[in-house]
């Protein structure tokens, strides 16, 4: 492996930090909205699987339950 001494590395680290691209403001809104928009969605279909399921298991248990 080869070594570099401290100079080298803060070189290399500070070319390595030009390259960075960063997010334009107008990105990051909209990437902020649209992981709200998803977790929206994301929790509505959870919740509409989990009355269902609910639905399903209350019939279930009111058909075979002691009467």
Request: no cysteine.
């Amino acid at each position: 492996m080869a070594t570099t001494n401290p100079l080298q590395f803060i070189q290399q680290v500070r070319a390595e930090a030009a390259k960075i691209v960063w997010p334009t403001r107008r990105e990051v809104t909209l990437t902020t909205i649209m992981v709200f928009i998803m977790a929206s969605l994301v929790a509505i279909f959870f919740s509409l699987v989990d009355i269902a399921i609910r639905a399903g298991m209350s019939g279930v248990l009111t058909y075979f339950g002691t009467n």
